[in-house]
């Protein structure tokens, strides 16, 4: 059985300083690993995939996300947060042998403070 | 923005009801999923098209019926509609079918209300 977890409901960050939204998977084969955002009254936006190779994955809007295979973990990063990061982010995996549809977790609501 | 459009916006129906929501796949996507995100969760899948075939289903009943088309849009019906059924209903497209880790590309949603 696939599954995500996001141990946070909310993360408050000051503007400027670095950001981590934190994802733990399970899956039985290997992962491919999503993170999406979405704004109010909008559907999901893509910002970046794992599916092989370095573990460190660089997606949209400056985000990035590292995989670590022995702490099933999929932590989604930003050096310098904006105002405008303020939304709600969902991790989500598929299995490698697995049918293209997705397991999303239960969302971390970013608010970014001036 | 995707190119992924869903009609309608916003829906209101009686429960009991039954719903039809639209979407419109991204150019050169062969594959429609639907997803439901009900209030404060996580959208969950509720099946997936690929080549208008029906290519893998979340756990929903058969209540939940779907179709795609040759140009590769889709229809999500809902038959005797519950209160438990309001939510946002997302759908996303991508260019893989059952192999392929391509990213899914989601439509604005469509926010259907039962009463």
């Known amino acids: 059985a696939q599954s995500v977890a996001q141990p946070e409901d909310q993360v408050n960050v000051a503007e400027g300083n670095p950001l981590t939204v934190k994802c733990t998977y399970s899956v039985s084969g290997n992962p491919y690993l999503f993170w999406y955002v979405q704004y109010p009254n909008r559907g999901l936006q893509f910002l970046l995939k794992?599916?092989?190779?370095?573990?460190l994955v660089k997606g949209s809007y400056g985000f990035e996300a590292e995989f670590n295979k022995s702490q099933t973990s999929f932590h989604l990063k930003k050096p310098s947060a904006l105002v405008s990061d303020s939304a709600l982010y969902f991790c989500a995996v598929r299995d490698e042998g697995g049918a293209n549809n997705l397991f999303f977790g239960t969302g971390t609501r970013l608010t970014v403070i001036p | 923005e995707t190119g992924v459009t869903q009609s309608p916006t916003h829906l209101i129906k009686t429960r009991g009801q039954q719903v039809t929501l639209r979407c419109s796949s991204q150019?050169?996507?062969?594959?429609v999923s639907w997803y439901q995100q009900a209030l404060g969760q996580g959208p969950q899948f509720i099946f997936q098209?690929?080549?208008?075939?029906?290519?893998g289903r979340g756990n929903f009943p058969p209540r939940f019926s779907g179709l795609q088309f040759p140009n590769y849009s889709s229809e999500l019906n809902v038959n005797a509609l519950e209160l438990d059924d309001s939510a946002l209903y997302l759908c996303?497209?991508?260019?893989?079918?059952?192999?392929?880790?391509?990213?899914?590309?989601f439509g604005p949603g469509t926010r259907l209300t039962v009463t």
């Open positions: 794992y599916i092989t190779g370095d573990n």
């Open positions: 150019s050169g996507h062969n594959t």
């Open positions: 098209y690929y080549r208008e075939e029906e290519n």
């Open positions: 996303a497209s991508s260019r893989g079918g059952i192999l392929g880790p391509d990213e899914q590309y």
